[in-house]
């Protein structure tokens, strides 16, 4: 068994797919950790990229879902599925290398301690328009929730097997980040972070960072999560 599963949501990623699968097989070339591919309800010719290529990688695999029901639906699909002592996930879209995984690792102590820790990375190289947004964003939940909060959504994120079984109801979409973290406060981890380079797509498009009428759909979103949140008086 896997030390690790490092779970990686694809929605109509087919033109990434390739060079994903093969710079995972590349870093990671030893029986610790796996990579989950989770199919979230792709309806371009994904199912066939990965049954064709993923027979030759023992360490790889995928998982199917039928419908595509928000990115974090599709993350929670993998994790349930890895029954590995560390779970993490990172994006497909190869704007950060998943070799970030390994610095993660790095971080992990062979000790037990290794189940109060929470791993993230912080993202660097960004455009500036994103870094601005980000900045308010983080902000904005520091003082909601009087904790440091900062480059929610940056990847990979890495945790213990025994943190995933205490979540209630998670969110099943880009909140998930948000309330990964957040219970890592509530739960009171160790919170460590580490840079990572953020580089443009190769392929395809965001599906939420569009233009700016979709990052306010998404600070909607996240706003009203956060209430919620905050309201539930957990933190």
Not at 136 to 145: G, K, P, V
Not at 186 to 206: D, H, M, N, T, W
Request: charged share 20%; hydrophobic share 40%; glycine share 6%.
């Amino acid at each position: 068994m896997a030390t690790l599963s490092l779970v990686i949501p694809c929605y109509n990623e087919a033109k990434s797919l390739q060079s994903l699968v093969v710079r995972c097989a590349e870093v990671f070339r030893n029986e610790h950790v796996e990579v989950v591919l989770v199919d979230n309800g792709s309806n371009d010719n994904t199912p066939e990229i990965l049954a064709s290529v993923l027979p030759e990688h023992t360490n790889i695999r995928s998982v199917r879902v039928n419908q595509n029901r928000g990115y974090g639906h599709g993350i929670l699909a993998g994790l349930r599925n890895c029954p590995s002592r560390y779970l993490g996930w990172t994006h497909a879209d190869m704007q950060t290398d998943p070799a970030d995984l390994l610095q993660a690792l790095e971080l992990l102590p062979t000790s037990e301690n290794g189940n109060h820790m929470f791993i993230k990375g912080q993202r660097i190289g960004r455009p500036l328009g994103d870094v601005a947004f980000t900045v308010a964003m983080s902000a904005f939940e520091t003082a909601l929730f009087a904790r440091k909060f900062w480059d929610i959504n940056a990847q990979p994120t890495v945790f213990p097997r025994a943190f995933f079984e205490t979540w209630r109801e998670p969110p099943e979409d880009f909140s998930l980040d948000l309330y990964a973290y957040y219970m890592a406060h509530r739960s009171e981890l160790c919170i460590k972070r580490f840079p990572v380079r953020f580089q443009k797509r190769a392929y395809g498009k965001s599906h939420w960072n569009v233009d700016w009428q979709s990052k306010m759909k998404f600070i909607k979103r996240t706003v009203d999560f956060s209430l919620a949140l905050r309201r539930s008086g957990q933190i």
